[in-house]
């Protein structure tokens, strides 16, 4: 008689405490883990052998850009090959609140860069509109203290008045109550200009049970000062901050981010909960953008690109000390990759540096720069070679940094040449940092993919294997698991993820993908539905 749906049995069982494994059998009914422990096979609807496999609970990527990939391909394929069966989205651009220039600015990316059509304004509109058509994984998401600003004031980056600021705390509050789970931003260099804003919208959401999350700002020659604003609110709020892939850009800084875990392990002491996540890559990904000073960054899209023709325009930049700041925390134009173009005649040039391209067009590095944006009517999305190998290591090592990729759910059909860390972040710190380089033990790597990512956002029935926890788990091949992804050819899905259940269901069954979407919005504290 069969008193399971589903029991997974003679596996090496990792729990994701971070302790040893041991052979344990799992039993799965109506979606949860109801039974771990020596269990009969036969009393399962299905077994799952587990032989010679290693079990985990389903990892948590901490900082992803699903949220329109999610809307466009309901599989999330890149994802939950790797084993990912949670991603939390937002950071400097969440799906709500959308409202102005932000609604418009938004729609007109994302029709583009996605093909989708934005019909929503809320969290709750979202999450509708996410789950109408089905994900393979979860997804929680938080809300972006620079994104309500915007909506408030505007895109002039003036304090907010006492006015303003009431309205913005009054947004967090609304998000909080449709269930984002906390504050997430991505500063420019220097941090939040106006950081006493941020202090007052991290108390709304503290209040709210949730946490901070922040990309610093440059990450580079000012990060310590980005550092500091980061830890001035959880100082002044008490609330939990968790900084965005912790890394150190710019050659002339390699060796220092020692500096920066050394500042935040002086905070961990004074009481401060601060923890931080990490991707295995020496290269990261945004559009140009963030190449330009920052009254460039700051100005609607709509009203900058067009610009990008006119003379005047370029000697402003050219002579803005930030603008060659900024070009060398990127890797120099020898490090910044063109990934992706639109544009027919500009698609020969995607995965070349600017310097390669600048060589086959017979112009300047700067000047072929602002071309291919020009022509191109958008900035371009680029790859970016800037940090070292080593300091990778020593940032993995450090026991209070999770895993979270700052990619997307992708699939093979995605244009251009996306970082190769959407399809294969969880394998590579598995394969290449735990199995070959024995940077990690293999209970440590996956503690930080599930436990601890749990934790840092308040999750009590996720990122353990545990009776009465959702039944979120992988069943991988220590030997064999691996990323496939490069720069070069970076749409690849990983090796030796064989199994993945998300909520009880199976969607990756010996490698392949069957096509169900058991997927579920997980909402914050203050959510409605949590």
């Not at 039993?27 to 771990?36: N, Q, S, W």
């Not at 449709?178 to 420019?188: M, P, R």
């Not at 310097?355 to 022509?375: M, Q, W």
Request: hydrophobic fraction near 35%.
């Amino acid at each position: 008689m069969s008193i399971y749906d589903i029991v997974i049995h003679g596996g090496k069982v990792i729990d994701g405490t971070g302790n040893p494994w041991l052979y344990n059998d799992i039993a799965v009914k109506d979606g949860k883990i109801v039974g771990i422990g020596k269990i009969n096979p036969n009393l399962g609807c299905r077994a799952i052998s587990a032989k010679e496999r290693v079990v985990t609970p389903g990892y948590i990527d901490m900082h992803t850009h699903s949220d329109q990939p999610l809307v466009a391909d309901g599989n999330a394929e890149s994802k939950v090959r790797q084993g990912v069966t949670l991603d939390i989205i937002g950071e400097s651009q969440t799906v709500a609140p959308l409202q102005g220039p932000v609604l418009e600015e938004y729609i007109a990316e994302h029709r583009r860069r996605n093909g989708i059509e934005a019909d929503w304004t809320t969290f709750t509109g979202y999450f509708e509109r996410v789950m109408k058509g089905g994900i393979s994984i979860n997804v929680a998401s938080g809300v972006s203290p620079q994104q309500v600003k915007r909506v408030v004031v505007g895109f002039d980056e003036r304090p907010a008045s006492s006015k303003e600021q009431e309205r913005m705390n009054q947004m967090v509050t609304q998000a909080m109550e449709e269930g984002a789970l906390g504050l997430t931003a991505a500063w420019h260099a220097k941090g939040p200009e106006n950081p006493e804003e941020v202090v007052q919208m991290a108390k709304v959401v503290k209040g709210y049970g949730g946490y901070y999350g922040v990309h610093l700002g440059s990450e580079g020659f000012d990060i310590m000062e980005e550092l500091d604003k980061a830890i001035r609110v959880a100082r002044e709020t008490d609330i939990p901050v968790h900084i965005y892939h912790l890394k150190m850009r710019a050659k002339s800084n390699w060796g220092r981010v020692r500096e920066v875990i050394q500042q935040i392990e002086e905070a961990r002491r004074e009481g401060l909960e601060i923890t931080a996540n990490q991707y295995p890559y020496t290269a990261m990904q945004h559009p140009w953008r963030r190449l330009f000073p920052r009254w460039v960054q700051n100005a609607p899209v709509s009203e900058t690109i067009a610009q990008f023709k006119n003379s005047a325009f370029r000697e402003r930049i050219i002579s803005d000390p930030e603008f060659e700041q900024y070009v060398n925390e990127h890797g120099g134009w020898e490090g910044v990759v063109a990934s992706r173009f639109d544009t027919a005649d500009l698609k020969p040039f995607e995965g070349k540096t600017i310097a390669e391209i600048a060589k086959i067009r017979g112009r300047d590095p700067v000047s072929t720069c602002f071309d291919l944006i020009f022509e191109e009517g958008i900035f371009v999305y680029g790859v970016h070679h800037t940090m070292s190998e080593e300091d990778v290591k020593t940032v993995m090592r450090v026991p209070w940094v999770s895993i979270g990729s700052d990619g997307s759910a992708l699939n093979l059909n995605f244009p251009g040449k996306p970082h190769p860390r959407s399809f294969g972040t969880n394998p590579r710190v598995l394969g290449k940092y735990t199995r070959e380089e024995k940077v990690l033990t293999l209970e440590e790597a996956i503690r930080k993919m599930t436990s601890l990512p749990a934790q840092v956002l308040g999750l009590r029935d996720r990122g353990l294997l545990r009776e009465g926890y959702w039944a979120d788990i992988v069943i991988l091949d220590p030997n064999t698991v691996a990323d496939t992804a490069t720069y070069e050819n970076p749409k690849q899905y990983p090796k030796g993820i064989e199994w993945v259940l998300v909520n009880g269901a199976v969607v990756i069954e010996g490698g392949d993908h069957t096509g169900a979407r058991p997927g579920r919005v997980v909402y914050g504290p203050g959510g409605r539905y949590s």
